[in-house]
């Protein structure tokens, strides 16, 4: 199992996930994360010791500005990241935003944002530093993700309104096709 360091070093000697976080942050956005499967997946591959990277339908981006809520916005970026990188399958969304979607009360930051994302395996986000070393949040903790746990989030827990979204989200995922050693637990 890892501690943090260990997996910010993991992605530290990644250069593929370096270019990404690279990419991101020379597009100086406030309080921007690349999250989700992006850091999860590298875990659980880690953890099954595949020797091939696991490919992921998208790279989540995220950040946090309430001076600007339209989805334009979000579109340009992409648009940015696809010409320093154009094969990377890029998704940027503003937390700032995110709750009229959602239709929930505005998140405070993209790491409140990230506690409010269905699974705690998948409420973690890295980012660069001022020196380019790997900053991990993890609102939910790293237990889960680094004991192979799905499980859904404290926000969805305590939100019965929100299980369908966890349950159907967990079948359609199918997550133990590729990572056979993962348990999941039902909300």
């Known amino acids: ?44 591959d880690v953890l099954h ?19 600007d809520l339209g989805e334009l916005a979000e579109k340009k970026l992409e648009d940015q990241l696809r010409t320093l990188l154009p094969n990377i399958p890029w998704s940027v969304k503003n937390e700032a935003r995110m709750h009229l979607r959602n239709n929930v009360e505005p998140y405070s930051s993209s790491v409140d944002a990230m506690s409010k994302f269905p699974e705690t395996a998948t409420a973690l986000g890295v980012k660069l530093d001022e020196r380019n070393k790997v900053i991990l949040a993890a609102p939910c903790g790293i237990s889960d993700a680094v004991h192979l746990e799905v499980k859904p989030t404290p926000y969805f827990r305590n939100n019965q309104n929100l299980a369908p979204i966890y349950n159907e989200r967990i079948l359609k995922k199918n997550w133990q096709a590729r990572w056979n050693k993962l348990r999941i637990h039902e909300l």
């Open 49 to 67: 010791e595949f020797s091939v990277r696991t490919p992921i339908p998208d790279i989540d981006v995220i950040y946090f500005d309430a001076a």
């Open 1 to 44: 199992m890892f501690n943090r360091d260990e997996i910010t070093t993991l992605i530290e000697e990644d250069k593929w996930m370096m270019e990404i976080l690279n990419a991101t942050k020379s597009l100086n956005l406030p309080d921007w994360w690349v999250c989700a499967g992006f850091v999860r997946s590298k875990i659980w």
